[in-house]
Every structure is written in C-alpha cells, then in structure tokens.
C-alpha cells in the first residue's frame, strides 16, 4: 500500500467515527441521543487510536494536515509528498463524512435541529469570536503535535520493545482524548483541518432535509488555527528537544 493511499484510509476511517460518535449523540432517534460530552470525546480518541494503528506502519499516520505541515517545517517530512498528503487526507475525510450520512440516512430527516445535523459533519464556537476561536485551535492542536513528537519520542519507547512501538498509537488516542475533555468545549477542538473541511463540503452538498447553511464564514478558524499551532508546537520541540 502506498503512504498516500493509507493517509486516504486513515483519515477515512477517522473520521467515519469520530463524526459517527457526533452523529449517534446529536441525531434524533440515535440511540446514542443526548450521550453527551464524554461519550463525543472517547468516541473520538477510540477513531484517532483505530486509525493510527491501520496507518501508522505504512504512512506515520498523519491523517491531519497539520501535523504534516508541522513535521515539513522542521525537516521531518519531506516537503515534496507534502501536496499528496494533504490531497489523500481531505479525500478520505469526504468519503468518511459521506458514509456518516450513509450509516445515519433515515435519521437526517427526523432531525429539525440545524446545528444537530451542522454538527454531526463539522465543528463550531459556541461563542463565535474569530480571534479566540482560532487561539483555542492553535492551543489544542499545538498540544497535539507537541505530544506526538515528545510523548512518542524515542525516550519514551523502549528500545527494541515491540510492545511499547505497539501500544504507541494508544497514546495518541489519549492525547486526542485529552484535549478534548479539557479544551474541546470552546470550539468543537477541530485540531485537524481535513477533519472539519473535507465533512463541511460534504454536508454543504448532500440533499439532507433542513440541514441549514454550512456555515462558511467558520470555516476558516478550524483550518488556520490548527495549522498555526502544529508549525508553533514543532519549532518548540525542536528548539527544547534538539536531539528528537
């Protein structure tokens, strides 16, 4: 399998559930109606920890555009499969929230909430303010990739233990679920630009009843913020773990 058809995999899969958990908790007649907070953020560290383990052999398991920008920036990536990550991490991010809707389809039409429906596919501020909105992003998602490159680092794995590379992609489902439970209620915690820009184009294409505008004017907030705070988070850990 080539990296960029695991990214394409793995960002599909992640976000299949993780808006899946969103569509179960938000969506009218779900079982899971009204589960709230806590089964949203588990929902989603279990999508990141799945998705990684099926990737992270094959591609590093990226599955954010804002971890490969951060890992390009400092010379971690190479800089000319930057393009091809980014194509197969939105792609799969589209066919992802497309077999949400799939998976969910006599329910989107039970639902007259437009922000249940909004919410299932992509993020939003419950305060909109542009400027604290994209700080709240940069700061989840500068936990993100510091977390990656220092907690995943090789002097946290113990060299030549196939059980600590394994039970690596475990741990970033907990930083994902972190970040969640402590910093996620501000803006929805995108923290991944693919994540919320490849299902908002879905959901301002598919004919779902009543779903509402798409909000485009947000749009950006979970696109700039994420990447600005992975490109900060790896200029530090470059500058304080050198030797990473």
């Known amino acids: 399998m080539s990296p960029y058809l695991a990214e394409f995999i793995g960002t599909m899969i992640l976000v299949l559930l993780g808006n899946g958990v969103c569509a179960n908790v938000n969506l009218a007649q779900s079982l899971g109606k009204d589960a709230g907070w806590i089964v949203v953020t588990t929902g989603w560290a279990l999508a990141v920890t799945i998705a990684v383990y099926l990737t992270n052999a094959i591609s590093g398991a990226h599955l954010n555009p804002a971890v490969t920008i951060a890992l390009a920036s400092i010379g971690k990536f190479d800089t000319a499969d930057v393009g091809g990550y980014l194509g197969a ?48 992003e940069a700061i989840g998602t500068f936990v993100l990739v510091l977390g990656v490159l220092v907690v995943l680092g090789p002097q946290n794995l113990v060299p030549g233990s196939d059980f600590s590379k394994g039970f690596a992609p475990a741990l970033v489902g907990v930083i994902v679920w972190s970040i969640g439970l402590s910093l996620g209620g501000s803006s929805g915690y995108a923290i991944n630009p693919a994540r919320d820009l490849g299902p908002r184009i879905v959901h301002a294409i598919l004919p779902i009843k009543g779903k509402g505008d798409s909000n485009w004017g947000y749009a950006w907030i979970p696109v700039v913020g994420p990447i600005a705070g992975g490109i900060i988070a790896a200029f530090f850990f470059k500058a304080l773990w050198p030797a990473g």
Request: proline fraction near 4%; aromatic fraction near 8%; hydrophobic fraction near 50%.
């Open 89 to 136: 991490q939105l792609l799969g991010a589209i066919v992802g929230a497309t077999l949400v809707w799939l998976a969910y389809l006599q329910h989107w039409g039970e639902t007259e909430e437009e922000d249940a429906i909004r919410g299932s596919f992509c993020t939003a501020a419950p305060i909109p303010h542009a400027v604290s909105n994209v700080i709240t």
